[in-house]
């Protein structure tokens, strides 16, 4: 691991050339400083600038090296996002460390280096601001306080990764931060709109708060200490989750991101976080994971499946229980029409009783039973996915081809379609 500090030789560059370095010495990893020169710098100023560049360089390397660590140098001349971004893929760079821009840069900095930098590297990117947290548990003092940005996203995970090598070189204390917005989840989970946006009653905070865990579990597998926070929010997440990790008085935000483009950028969480978090930020990008990143691999503890009691429907019952592993769990979810009576629901669920393999057959798994109402089958279906948190659907299909699914559709395919989990859909044999 190699790790890269940007520098304009600015009182904050100068903060996080130290920080760097000390994390270098905490990863036993050479540090790389690197200055660039922009083409209207060299083309005004000429050699002069060049060796004025290289002496200061010097100077800073020979400055940093006193702390025990190996330091070089790289002078670049061009833009500065697009320089870092060769450098990077050139030496195999895998962290860059920049100064925060000054709180009066006009806009906090957005559009400036920092911000462009952030845009462009493909790499973990850590924007330092003055504290005492980072450097402490850099020279081994005590825990490093952080919090790490959650939502179901892919960029989530990547992030959650990083964290995880992280806790490679020293102790962590982990506070997962999820903002929601209430009206929102509440109808993904097919639950009763909440009057306001912090109506969080409470079945839908003990769904949510589920779903977290779940998502954070990666981390406790791992053995690191892990807290959860969620609040409701209303407009920019950025905003709420900075005010989050300024009340746990965190040393580092962590927050994963996608390089967005144009005026997505304005609802960017991570592009917010690293201009107006008062603590210092790190921002992952997804495609850090390409560049070596271990990536947790899939795990499958719980199972939704669902059976309108035909054959293909049980056959992807049977298919539930011998993929989830023993001790998981497996939900049976049966859908009756939304003016279904309750003796019907009874009926319907002795038929889920039918279909729960005996001990016997199998003793291993948790089974929860579920037959719920509603005319379209395939939303009730997903929302209670997402109620479960399940992490596999198994989906039986009669397989129609031709005009009859045009017709009839396929309640199997509408579910992939609405839902972004894993699923596995069971057909009949040919006969």
């Not at 579990?217 to 300024?246: C, F, M, Q, T, Y």
Request: a neutral charge; aromatic letters at 4%.
């Amino acid at each position: 691991m190699t790790i890269a500090c940007a520098t304009n030789f600015s009182e904050s560059a100068r903060r996080a050339c130290d920080t760097a370095a000390l994390l270098a010495r905490r990863m036993n990893a050479p540090l790389c400083i690197v200055h660039v020169l922009t083409g209207t710098l060299v083309r005004t100023f000429g050699d002069a600038i060049r060796e004025t560049a290289r002496a200061t360089l010097r100077d800073e390397c020979e400055r940093l090296r006193a702390t025990g660590i190996q330091v070089d140098s790289v002078l670049l001349t061009g833009e500065p996002e697009e320089q870092m971004q060769v450098l990077v893929e050139k030496r195999g760079l895998q962290w860059v460390v920049a100064g925060a821009p000054r709180e009066d840069t006009p806009f906090r900095g957005l559009g400036g280096t920092v911000d462009r930098m952030a845009q462009r590297l493909e790499v973990p990117f850590l924007v330092v601001r003055e504290g005492s947290g980072l450097e402490a548990w850099a020279r081994g003092e005590r825990p490093l306080r952080l919090m790490l940005g959650v939502d179901r996203s892919r960029p989530f995970e990547v992030a959650r990764e990083w964290v995880k090598a992280l806790a490679k070189f020293g102790p962590l204390e982990v506070v997962g931060g999820r903002i929601v917005w209430a009206g929102s989840e509440a109808e993904r989970l097919g639950m009763v709109h909440p009057h306001s946006y912090k109506d969080m009653f409470p079945e839908l905070r003990e769904a949510l708060e589920r779903e977290s865990a779940a998502l954070l579990e990666p981390l406790r597998a791992a053995g690191l200490p892990v807290r959860s926070r969620l609040e409701p929010g209303l407009g920019r997440i950025a905003d709420h989750l900075i005010a989050l990790a300024e009340e746990e008085q965190v040393d580092l935000l962590v927050v994963g991101t996608h390089h967005r483009k144009a005026l997505a950028r304005l609802w960017s969480v991570s592009q917010s976080a690293r201009r107006l978090a008062p603590m210092s930020v790190v921002s992952v990008p997804v495609r850090a994971a390409e560049q070596g990143l271990e990536q947790e691999p899939p795990r499958v503890r719980t199972v939704l499946a669902t059976t309108d009691f035909t054959e293909p429907g049980d056959r992807a019952v049977a298919y539930a229980f011998a993929l989830t592993p023993p001790g998981g769990t497996v939900h049976l979810l049966h859908v009756e029409p939304a003016d279904a009576t309750p003796e019907q629901l009874q009926a319907a669920r002795h038929q889920l009783e039918l279909r729960v393999p005996g001990p016997e057959h199998d003793g291993s798994h948790q089974v929860e039973l579920s037959v719920l109402r509603g005319d379209d089958v395939a939303e009730v279906i997903t929302q209670a996915a997402e109620r479960y948190c399940v992490d596999l659907l198994c989906l039986g299909t009669h397989a129609r081809t031709g005009v009859s699914r045009a017709v009839l559709g396929s309640v199997a395919q509408q579910v992939m379609t609405r839902s972004d989990r894993p699923a596995v859909t069971v057909r009949m044999p040919r006969a």
